[in-house]
């Protein structure tokens, strides 16, 4: 069995943050060892919410507790995603260093959640800046939505093609894999019934399309679904691309089921077949 340090927000009530992760990569046989940034009433996107953040300093407690009992070399890999502070990074980065010290082929699957006036995504102050000064570096794997993509990159997005390149940049600083979640609204990527995303490596460039559900109000907590999964495919054995595509086909699973509830929240438990073997059965394109 495979374990996962899951290091991000926890919803009481919904789907968000390791409340959306962990379940989809349970059932892939993933053990998630979930460590909260926050815990919020409910995800920052009703615009009010009660709970807290988790103080920094409990991420390191957290992790020199597993290495106390011998734990930490069976950690296979480290997901971050959702910060309550700036300070929170420089734990999670010292978390890294020591489970790479103690399992060298640990990764670190990097989710950079940043502020998103659009989505009334809430981040606090300085969490942008130390996600690319500090964690962007040491990360094996990002998964950016087009907006953290044009921050990560610092490139102007205008186009499809300007988002390749700005993946490639991505993948020439050293990162093995970039999944960039989201890219509609981009160029020639108008048709609003499309969903298009695109995983960047040292072996190419490969384009996805899958149908994208048309929501009253879009659920939360998709793009810590997409991570969770494609991190348990990765782990569980699968190539690159097939972890790709393996990963769309669950959330198109996930999403239609989400659909058809007529729900604000995601719906993964109702989902739960179709995380274990998809009824999609999307393909990748190489394009570069």
């Given at each position: 069995?495979?374990?996962?340090?899951?290091?991000?927000?926890?919803?009481?009530?919904?789907?968000?943050?390791?409340?959306?992760?962990?379940?989809?990569?349970?059932?892939?046989?993933?053990?998630?060892?979930?460590?909260?940034?926050?815990?919020?009433?409910?995800?920052?996107?009703?615009?009010k919410?009660?709970?807290?953040?988790?103080?920094?300093?409990?991420?390191?407690?957290?992790v020199q507790g597993l290495d106390n009992i011998d734990k930490l070399s069976e950690c296979d890999a480290v997901l971050s995603g959702y910060l309550g502070s700036a300070e929170q990074v420089d734990r999670i980065i010292e978390?890294?260093?020591?489970i790479k010290s103690r399992n060298p082929k640990a990764l670190y699957l990097c989710d950079p959640v940043m502020p998103?006036?659009?989505?009334?995504?809430?981040?606090a102050n300085g969490v942008r800046e130390s996600l690319i000064e500090k964690a962007l570096p040491k990360a094996d794997i990002i998964t950016p939505n087009l907006a953290e993509l044009r921050q990560l990159s610092d490139f102007e997005i205008n186009h499809f093609d300007d988002a390749v390149r700005a993946a490639q940049a991505l993948v020439e600083k050293g990162i093995s894999k970039v999944l960039v979640k989201h890219l509609n609204k981009v160029g020639k990527?108008?048709?609003?019934?499309?969903?298009?995303?695109?995983?960047?490596?040292?072996?190419?460039?490969?384009h996805l399309s899958?149908?994208?559900?048309?929501?009253?109000?879009?659920?939360v907590g998709v793009g810590d679904l997409i991570a969770g999964l494609f991190l348990a495919n990765l782990l569980n054995g699968e190539d690159d691309v097939r972890a790709f595509e393996k990963t769309n086909n669950a959330v198109m699973g996930v999403m239609k089921t989400t659909f058809e509830l007529k729900?604000?929240?995601?719906?993964p438990i109702a989902a739960r077949?179709?995380?274990?073997?998809?009824?999609?059965?999307?393909?990748?394109?190489?394009?570069?």
């Open positions: 069995m495979k374990n996962v340090l899951a290091i991000q927000s926890h919803v009481v009530y919904g789907f968000a943050g390791n409340k959306s992760a962990t379940f989809p990569m349970q059932l892939l046989g993933i053990d998630v060892w979930a460590l909260n940034t926050v815990q919020f009433s409910n995800h920052t996107q009703y615009g919410w009660t709970g807290m953040v988790i103080p920094q300093e409990q991420i390191g407690e957290i978390a890294v260093a020591t998103n006036a659009e989505k009334v995504c809430v981040v990527l108008q048709d609003p019934d499309t969903f298009e995303t695109i995983l960047a490596t040292p072996e190419g460039v490969w899958r149908p994208l559900y048309q929501f009253n109000f879009e659920p729900s604000y929240e995601l719906q077949f179709e995380i274990l073997n998809p009824s999609a059965d999307y393909k990748a394109v190489k394009i570069a």
